[in-house]
């Protein structure tokens, strides 16, 4: 009998590697590997969840509108052309499975998000990687690796792990520059992080190319639900519906997502404080002589001299009970990605890697 075979590209797919929640011999670590709201969810969205327990054995509404109608409120936006998916992580799978194929290139930057890769070989098509300049990333080199051959290029802005992004200006070049028939998918992941932006939803409106995702998991401290979206022209839209399961996203989902859209105080005292916290705890690990990039998201991506401290220093805190991630899977072996935690995790982390590098001395 002759084993069934994936399609070509799949056995390629290297696992997706989360950040790690335990430590070996620490009880209850603190969890910075994950960019995780460390507040959790809004009381109101948790309480929108149990009240949609009782309609457990009914089946969630297949076009999602109650849940499209408050992120168009929210975000100003016509609600025809949102898509809900299970995470913005199935948003990124459709739009591969739609528009790439084999043969096909899919381009995303140096240290982009590793889920890129993932679907882009999903889809059969080839992953293209074009490199970044100082840990940003370089438009000139993302419109030098593209061809007629490539569909689709994956940016987030701000990226994840480097915390870094792009301007406007920069973003429209892109836009502009790119093979005829090729999709821009602007990931905002991170959007609500990074002052004043927003997320790459007026280059959707003024252009025919681009495509923004969103999360409710990184700001919205909903991770564990799983809900995302994103915003692009009518057509892209509409195609993208026709692959997407028809009941991808559960009642809890859809009433989750909508509270805490709603609950605007508990989500702005977040963001107020992560953006504090992010500044001083990049101020104070360049005190302690380990520097970062400016960050525009919830995470700092600390710089070591080499892997071999990068890996040190990721043990020392892990004893310590802080859970870093390590990054050296997106090329960057010598730094270590921490989230912003609250108050204490900040002063926490910063204090272990404060030890660390004493102990170094
Ligand atoms: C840049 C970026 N995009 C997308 C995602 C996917 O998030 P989710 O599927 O939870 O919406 C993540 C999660 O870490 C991310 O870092």
């Known amino acids: 009998m002759t084993a069934p075979t994936p399609q070509p590209g799949i056995l390629d797919i290297a696992l997706y590697q989360s950040g790690k929640s335990a430590f070996e011999g620490v ?109 940003v990333a370089d438009v000139d080199s993302i419109l030098s690796a593209c061809n007629d051959n490539t569909k689709i290029v994956y940016i987030a802005n701000p990226n994840n792990p480097t915390g870094t992004m792009i301007g406007g200006n920069e973003m429209s070049r892109l836009a502009a520059g790119l093979p005829a028939g090729c999709l821009l998918v602007i990931d905002g992941a991170y959007a609500e992080f990074a002052d004043g932006y927003d997320g790459g939803a007026s280059m959707v409106e003024t252009h025919d190319n681009v495509l923004m995702t969103r999360t409710f998991s990184k700001l919205y401290g909903l991770g564990g639900l799983r809900v995302g979206w994103g915003y692009g022209p009518q057509d892209i839209i509409d195609v993208l519906n026709r692959i997407r399961g028809p009941f991808n996203l559960s009642n809890m989902q859809i009433q989750g997502a909508i509270a805490a859209l709603e609950d605007v105080e508990f989500t702005q005292q977040c963001l107020r404080d992560t953006l504090r916290l992010r500044a001083r705890l990049a101020a104070d690990l360049a005190a302690i002589g380990i520097p970062s990039d400016p960050s525009n998201a919830n995470f700092v991506l600390a710089r070591f001299a080499d892997e071999a401290e990068a890996e040190a220093a990721f043990n020392f805190v892990g004893k310590q009970g802080f859970i870093l991630r390590q990054v050296g899977g997106y090329g960057l072996p010598d730094c270590l990605r921490i989230t912003v935690g609250d108050e204490a995790s900040c002063a926490g982390v910063t204090q272990a890697l404060r030890a660390f590098k004493e102990a170094q001395a």
Request: overall charge negative.
């Open 27 to 135: 009880e209850n670590p603190v969890k910075l590997s994950a960019n995780e709201n460390p507040w959790g969810a809004s009381p109101k969205a948790v309480e929108a969840i149990k009240a949609a327990l009782p309609s457990l054995h009914r089946y969630p509404g297949t076009d999602h509108q109650i849940l499209r109608d408050a992120i168009a409120e929210h975000h100003d936006l016509p609600a025809s052309q949102v898509i809900c998916g299970v995470g913005s992580d199935e948003i990124l799978h459709l739009i591969a499975q739609a528009y790439a194929a084999p043969g096909d290139e899919v381009v995303y930057t140096e240290h982009g998000f590793s889920v890129y890769p993932i679907v882009a070989k999903a889809a059969g098509a080839t992953p293209v990687v074009a490199a970044e300049k100082d840990r």
